[in-house]
């Protein structure tokens, strides 16, 4: 069983959709929960950093961390085709991370 | 902020010869460098990590003979592919992490081609 997991998709919504994503782990060890966003062919881009359960909401970003059920999510509202990338989570222990197989998401104009 | 480049972002080369990839932290102080490799439609793999001025401790599975990683200084930290193959054709990503809270901001990558 991976430590993270993450449903690889692809998914496919049309512009102004909510997109949801989330991702499951094993860990409990884990203390900090990111979020990545990554274009083809380039370095992923840090979009959500938090380290409790509850919400964090960053622009048209929402990240929730449930750690009882180990579980977190990402949610990204009016989505815009510029939003299509494919999306990694990853969490930490001292100072390794721990990526998802990444969720690859089309926004259709 | 918190930006991180690498160089150079594409390199060709020939079965045998080595490769250095620089990663810089352009705006933050780097107490921790790690380096990745990603496969096509994969996820990353980390492969290393080095802290300033000690040597770097490798992932199994990872010969620390053929990548040798240099972090020289705060800033700056090293990759070399030695005598490379096609095998090691790749995309490696070095991110940064200033030490603060742990979070990592990632490099461009670098796409090495080995003929």
């Known amino acids: 069983q991976k430590e993270v997991e993450q449903d690889p998709g692809p998914l496919s919504v049309p512009e102004g959709a909510i997109v949801s994503l989330n991702c499951t782990y094993s860990n409990s060890a884990f203390q900090y929960f990111m979020w990545y966003r990554q274009y083809s062919r380039k370095g992923p881009e840090l979009l959500m950093y938090t380290y409790s359960s509850g919400n964090k909401e960053d622009g048209r970003f929402t990240a929730q961390v449930d750690k009882s059920s180990k579980y977190i999510s990402l949610f990204i509202r009016d989505s815009q085709p510029s939003d299509s990338a494919t999306y990694l989570c990853a969490m930490r222990d001292d100072y390794k991370l721990s990526f998802g197989a990444g969720t690859t998401v089309t926004v259709r104009a | 902020g918190a930006v991180v480049s690498q160089h150079p972002s594409r390199v060709i080369c020939k079965s045998g010869t080595s490769v250095k990839i620089e990663c810089r932290s352009l705006?933050?102080?780097?107490?921790?460098m790690f380096w990745y490799r990603q496969f096509p439609k994969q996820s990353l793999m980390l492969m290393a990590t080095s802290n300033e001025g000690s040597k770097a401790t490798y992932e199994q599975g990872v010969e620390k003979d053929k990548f040798l990683i240099n972090h020289a200084s705060l800033t700056l930290s090293t990759l070399t592919v030695t005598s490379a193959h096609p095998e090691d054709s790749s995309f490696y990503i070095c991110s940064a992490s200033p030490g603060s809270a742990g979070e990592q901001y990632f490099g461009p990558g670098t796409r090495l081609t080995v003929t």
């Open positions: 705006d933050f102080q780097a107490t921790t």
